[in-house]
């Protein structure tokens, strides 16, 4: 009974440490995100102006080009693509790695467990 007990509570700790470094994992992914640089179809600049926020056209700082938005984002879909892939696998790997830093500090000391 008292063994019971006692691997109960550690196998509920180990749980609370995972629980608790997978919650760190996740609030850290904001470093990931990124600023996508979008470029003038045109000249290939990245300075943008409109005359106010709800505008759904900007001009070209460089060249002048009045575009919308909409069209810029499509024009930039490639590079803006690219951006989401390499994003989306470095989260990957340092989700991965994360998991296993996690997982063997919670297992610690765990003779039956061994993380490699
Ligand atoms: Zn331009």
Redesign the pocket.
């Known amino acids: 009974m008292s063994l019971d007990y006692s691997l109960s509570h550690t196998a509920c700790i180990t749980i609370i440490l995972l629980l608790f470094n997978l919650l760190r994992l996740i609030m850290n992914l904001d470093k990931h995100s990124r600023t996508i640089a979008l470029q003038?179809p045109?000249?290939?600049?990245g300075s943008f102006q409109s005359e106010t926020v709800e505008d759904t056209e900007v001009k070209?700082v460089?060249?002048?080009?009045v575009i919308e938005r909409d069209d810029l984002l499509r024009e930039n879909s490639e590079n803006i693509q690219e951006n989401l892939e390499e994003m989306k696998s470095d989260v990957e790997k340092d989700i991965a790695r994360q998991m296993r830093k996690a997982l063997q500090d919670a297992f610690k000391g765990n003779k039956n467990i061994k993380i490699k």
């Open positions: 003038c045109t000249c290939g600049g070209c460089q060249c002048g080009r």
